[in-house]
């Protein structure tokens, strides 16, 4: 275009994008390292308060005004820190912060590894499971339950072997009574779509020996619930051991053809 001028000046640098750039471009400006804030209000920090309760070791340990309370920290080297500011009056304890905050998370970081995190562990089974197996998975069951964790145990039943289900059910009414003392049964057997599950959680350690009274009448509903449970485990081991049986006497009875040719020799 005539007139108009070839040597046109460029924009500094990051002046064409949207909104503008910083002016001579580059890195923005070191505005220093954030500071985090201490959890407790500490020596200067602590203001509005007229007087205060005063703990701590080896110090004159009452009420006193807040200036004197701040002075007689100073005078021995340590922090005057705020732990309860909802008091009347608030309590400061004189102390060293650092190795108050240290001790602070010390005991922290104990009660959270006491803490047991409740997980929830599952065992699969066929409705054919034979003996080893069921003995594999019992073992794992145990420790389990003994590490405070809750098992789900369920039967997976593939294609047609949903006709099995009464088999699914026995296998693992059986397993919950081999694990009796290990654990208590939360839910019974329960078909859901091609899966029979069962719940079992951990038994709880009696913290001391139960005294009963002889005129006194059992009104525990659970307990008694428990029992019917104990009764139908029985039953079903005793189904489950004569099917077994049963299943072992047609693998040795002989065969039909073989009976005709004993009896021509």
Same mark, same amino acid.
């Given at each position: 275009?005539?007139?108009?001028?070839?040597? /046109?000046?460029?924009?500094?640098?990051?002046?064409?994008?949207?909104?503008?750039?910083?002016?001579?471009?580059? @890195?923005?400006?070191? @505005?220093?390292?954030?500071?985090?804030?201490?959890?407790?209000?500490?020596? =200067?920090?602590?203001?509005?308060?007229?007087?205060?309760?005063?703990?701590?070791?080896?110090?004159?340990?009452?009420?006193?005004?807040?200036?004197?309370?701040?002075?007689?920290?100073? $005078?021995?080297?340590?922090?005057?820190?705020?732990?309860?500011?909802?008091?009347?009056?608030?309590?400061?304890?004189?102390?060293?912060?650092?190795?108050?905050?240290? $001790? %602070?998370? /010390?005991?922290?970081?104990?009660?959270?590894?006491?803490?047991?995190?409740?997980? %929830?562990? *599952?065992?699969?089974?066929?409705?054919?499971?034979? *003996?080893? $197996? #069921?003995?594999?998975? &019992?073992?794992?069951?145990?420790?389990? #339950?003994?590490?405070?964790?809750?098992?789900?145990?369920?039967?997976?039943?593939?294609?047609? =072997?949903?006709?099995?289900?009464?088999?699914?059910?026995? %296998? &693992? #009414?059986?397993?919950?009574?081999? %694990?009796?003392?290990?654990?208590?049964?939360? =839910?019974?057997?329960? #078909?859901?779509?091609?899966?029979?599950?069962?719940?079992?959680?951990?038994? /709880?350690?009696?913290?001391?020996? *139960?005294? =009963?009274?002889?005129?006194?009448?059992?009104?525990?509903?659970?307990?008694?619930?428990?029992?019917?449970?104990?009764? @139908?485990?029985?039953?079903?081991?005793?189904?489950?051991?004569?099917?077994?049986?049963?299943?072992?006497?047609?693998?040795?009875?002989?065969?039909?053809?073989?009976?005709?040719?004993?009896?021509?020799?």
């Amino acid at each position: 275009m005539a007139g108009a001028p070839f040597n /046109k000046p460029r924009p500094p640098f990051g002046g064409s994008r949207p909104g503008g750039g910083r002016p001579g471009g580059g @890195r923005p400006p070191f @505005r220093g390292r954030v500071r985090k804030e201490d959890p407790h209000r500490i020596n =200067s920090r602590i203001f509005g308060l007229t007087q205060v309760r005063v703990v701590g070791e080896n110090v004159e340990q009452g009420i006193f005004p807040f200036e004197e309370a701040l002075r007689m920290a100073q $005078d021995i080297g340590l922090d005057l820190v705020e732990i309860s500011a909802s008091a009347d009056p608030p309590v400061c304890r004189i102390v060293d912060y650092k190795k108050f905050l240290y $001790d %602070l998370k /010390k005991k922290q970081k104990e009660i959270k590894a006491k803490q047991s995190v409740v997980e %929830l562990k *599952e065992i699969r089974f066929g409705p054919n499971t034979d *003996e080893h $197996d #069921l003995n594999f998975k &019992l073992a794992h069951a145990k420790k389990f #339950l003994a590490e405070g964790h809750k098992v789900k145990a369920f039967v997976f039943f593939r294609g047609r =072997s949903i006709v099995f289900k009464e088999r699914g059910e026995i %296998l &693992l #009414l059986k397993f919950a009574q081999d %694990l009796e003392e290990h654990g208590v049964v939360e =839910s019974m057997p329960k #078909l859901e779509g091609k899966r029979m599950m069962m719940f079992i959680i951990p038994k /709880k350690k009696k913290q001391g020996r *139960e005294v =009963s009274h002889p005129n006194q009448t059992p009104t525990n509903t659970r307990g008694h619930a428990q029992d019917e449970d104990k009764v @139908r485990c029985k039953k079903a081991v005793q189904a489950d051991r004569h099917w077994r049986d049963q299943a072992q006497a047609r693998v040795q009875e002989p065969h039909p053809y073989q009976e005709g040719e004993e009896a021509q020799a």
